[in-house]
């Protein structure tokens, strides 16, 4: 007799095993399916975030801050050291061990939930079944009331430069990297290409980015983009806009790139070459022909607003349906999803998704870009607060970058907030939670934040909306 569950989701990553621990949290039974496959053969969940994205990516970010702060900021507060050595085998180390917790922690997590983790290949049929295939290559097919798709997605290959796992990496290999490269090349100023190539850049070695549209970061309002665009070239990252990537020749002294830009055809050599212009669904293999799950021309299952497809008791969430790329929203569509299930009311709020790129200084917005607002045809209003004017951001030495808010002449509510500054990516939240309220400039304005905090910029910020700022002078 075939087993039977409540729940099966197939993708262990944040958006399917934050879904199976709520569904289980609402007494359903529940099985999680994951092949995620290490590059030792080791099975992990946690899926591309845990593994080979977010997190890896953050702990490398960090300590890569700390060696460039203890090299060049350190002396600025009085602070003398003799040299400072890079161990990058203990710097891979230590980013492999939080790896290895997060995502041994994910077990542990099930075990608590009495969610059955399953590890193999999980593939939906006709008729709400799924058939399993372990790792050790037995195929059984269990029966599901719901299922929910979580397949994530992979890395983009480029025909003209195919990724080999030596020299032309994707960003996996780029976080794995065990002598720094005397030059890298990245192809893609996207959120990876910007934060592996700062990674890189900082432990030393000569980064160029190649990045095919004339415009730099396209998605983030564009005084905050220009004024990112000045950081990074003063942080000798060598970023090349309308730089369209021709090919790639991996050869004995490095690879060879050609690429044309508004000049004519150009060439770079460098030592290694990381591709990151994007990443596509993982949809494939995940659901039978005859299952009935219709997928868009890129490969994206279709879904409506809360995450069902077509076809009855499965839903589709994360990377590998509409939206962006994010874990927090592949997690909080895999809570909607596991709630909806339990016949509960959800949502997900997508005008308030947040946006950070971890570079320094940090990149943070949620809502419409000033661009945006004004394509809308509402008319707005804007304030902004200089990190220069910050006493904390001072005190830390980290005065880059501002608060920039726009919103509503009308009703005054908050229709985008944009931080370039220290600890931006932790700062957005409270615009996060301001905007999922509906809230008003005034209501920022009116609410108290600690002194000296980096949180008082976005107060100032709200209060110059007005030309009311207090440690600024107004426009
Ligand atoms: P995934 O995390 O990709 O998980 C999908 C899982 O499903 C995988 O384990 C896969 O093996 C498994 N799977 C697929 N098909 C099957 C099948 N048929 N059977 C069984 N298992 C299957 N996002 C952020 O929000 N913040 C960040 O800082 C951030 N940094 C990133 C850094 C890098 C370098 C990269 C590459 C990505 C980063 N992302 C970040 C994006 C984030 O990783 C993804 O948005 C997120 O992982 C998507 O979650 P998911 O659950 O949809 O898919
Ligand atoms: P991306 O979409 O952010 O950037 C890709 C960049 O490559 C774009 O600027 C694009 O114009 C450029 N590009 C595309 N084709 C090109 C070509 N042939 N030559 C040169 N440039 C080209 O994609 P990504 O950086 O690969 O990241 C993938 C996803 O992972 C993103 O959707 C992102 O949301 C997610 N991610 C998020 C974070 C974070 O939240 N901090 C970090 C890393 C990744």
Not at 28 to 57: M, Q, Y
Not at 93 to 99: F, L
Not at 266 to 291: H, I, M, T, W, Y
Not at 374 to 391: L, N, R, V
Request: glycine share 12%; charged share 25%; aromatic share 6%.
């Amino acid at each position: 007799m075939s087993r039977t569950f409540d729940v099966v989701v197939i993708g262990g990553g944040p958006g399917g095993y934050i879904a199976a621990i709520r569904a289980s949290q609402h007494g359903l039974t529940v099985a999680c399916i994951d092949e995620w496959k290490n590059r030792d053969d080791s099975h992990a969940f946690g899926g591309t975030c845990l593994n080979a994205g977010c997190i890896p990516s953050k702990a490398l970010l960090e300590s890569s801050e700390l060696f460039h702060k203890a090299q060049h900021e350190f002396s600025a507060h009085g602070i003398s050291t003799s040299e400072i050595k890079l161990d990058l085998a203990r710097m891979q180390d230590r980013k492999a061990g939080i790896v290895k917790q997060l995502t041994g922690g994910i077990g542990a997590l099930f075990k608590a939930n009495k969610v059955e983790g399953l590890v193999g290949h999980g593939r939906l049929l006709a008729g709400r079944k799924v058939e399993f295939t372990s790792a050790d290559g037995k195929v059984e097919v269990i029966e599901a009331k719901n299922i929910i798709l979580a397949g994530g997605s992979t890395p983009i290959e480029l025909k003209v430069a195919p990724f080999n796992g030596t020299t032309i990496l994707d960003s996996w290999g780029a976080l794995d990297i065990a002598e720094v490269p005397g030059t890298l090349g990245v192809v893609g100023a996207g959120v990876i290409g910007l934060e592996l190539g700062s990674v890189w850049n900082r432990l030393g070695a000569k980064v160029t980015v190649l990045e095919a549209m004339d415009e730099f970061l396209f998605m983030a309002d564009k005084e905050l983009a220009k004024a990112a665009q000045r950081q990074f070239k003063k942080q000798k990252l060598d970023i090349k806009l309308g730089a369209k990537v021709t090919a790639a020749k991996a050869g004995k002294k490095g690879v060879t790139v050609s690429y044309e830009d508004k000049s004519g055809a150009q060439e770079l050599v460098v030592d290694r070459l990381v591709v990151a212009v994007g990443r596509k669904p993982n949809s494939q293999g995940l659901f039978g022909d005859d299952a009935g799950i219709q997928v868009d021309q890129r490969g994206f299952i279709i879904v409506d607003d809360e995450c069902r497809t077509g076809v009855a008791g499965v839903y589709a969430i994360g990377d590998c349906v509409r939206g962006p790329m994010l874990a927090h929203k592949a997690s909080e569509e895999g809570v909607m999803a596991a709630d909806l299930i339990a016949g509960e009311i959800a949502e997900v709020n997508y005008k308030v998704i947040p946006s950070v790129i971890y570079t320094s200084p940090e990149i943070a917005w949620v809502g419409q870009t000033e661009e945006q607002v004004k394509a809308s045809g509402k008319t707005y209003k804007t304030g902004s607060f200089p990190f220069a004017a910050s006493g904390r951001a001072k005190a830390m030495e980290q005065t880059a970058g501002m608060v920039k808010i726009i919103s509503s002449s009308e009703d005054d509510e908050v229709l985008g907030v944009h931080i370039m500054g220290p600890m931006a990516g932790e700062l957005i939240s409270e615009a996060v939670l301001a905007m999922e309220f509906t809230a008003s400039t005034e209501d920022i304005q009116r609410t108290i934040h600690a002194h000296p905090s980096l949180a008082e910029a976005i107060h100032e910020a709200a209060l110059s909306v007005d030309n009311k700022a207090l440690n600024a002078l107004n426009k």
